[in-house]
């Protein structure tokens, strides 16, 4: 898995990373601050988007934006690197990521979701079955013309019923 350029020029939009500075604030504190993209490809692989740091101390996320409002938070359970050749890959969801915590973020609607990365995972290994069972696959091809992805899509409050307490679900009034 490489670095891939689109991330960063999405990511670090100003109104993306004003609305990622909002979340982060009033899910941590307000001397909560985040770092640029980490570009390390063998930091990426192991979950590792951004440091963020709070009064106390650090941890590791894993961060997602969307810019489409869905009802559900999307599980990727397989990642493909070539349209052409349909090489597959495991998605995040399926690998043994080391951030401490996974963000989810809808830009349009202001909502942001933090969950510690142990707990979606044990969540995920715990209800796989059932969720493919009851929630279609759905393909996304994320804008991009060389990838795509399969994705699991678990409403909230599932994952809610899940997780537990854990599970932080952040609505900020999105800058404009």
Not at 42 to 50: A, L
Not at 68 to 85: A, F, G, W
Not at 112 to 122: E, G, S, T
Not at 160 to 173: M, Q, S, V, Y
Request: charged content about 30%; aromatic content about 10%; overall charge positive.
């Amino acid at each position: 898995m490489s670095w891939r350029s689109d991330d960063e020029r999405v990511n670090s939009s100003p109104s993306i990373n004003a609305f990622w500075e909002d979340a982060y604030r009033k899910a941590f504190g307000s001397g909560t601050t985040r770092s640029g993209l980490i570009r390390s490809a063998k930091r990426q692989v192991k979950g590792h988007d951004r440091t963020v740091k709070t009064g106390e101390g650090s941890f590791t996320v894993e961060e997602k934006i969307r810019h489409i409002v869905y009802p559900d938070d999307l599980l990727i359970e397989t990642h493909h690197e070539s349209k052409i050749d349909k090489s597959e890959t495991p998605g995040w969801i399926q690998k043994p990521l080391t951030c401490d915590i996974f963000a989810c973020g809808w830009y349009l609607s202001g909502h942001a979701l933090f969950v510690p990365w142990v707990d979606l995972r044990r969540a995920w290994i715990l209800n796989e079955s059932a969720w493919k069972k009851k929630y279609p696959k759905k393909w996304s091809d994320n804008n991009n013309p060389d990838y795509w992805t399969c994705n699991i899509p678990v409403p909230e409050d599932v994952l809610r019923e899940a997780i537990g307490p854990r599970l932080k679900i952040i609505r900020i009034t999105v800058r404009s």
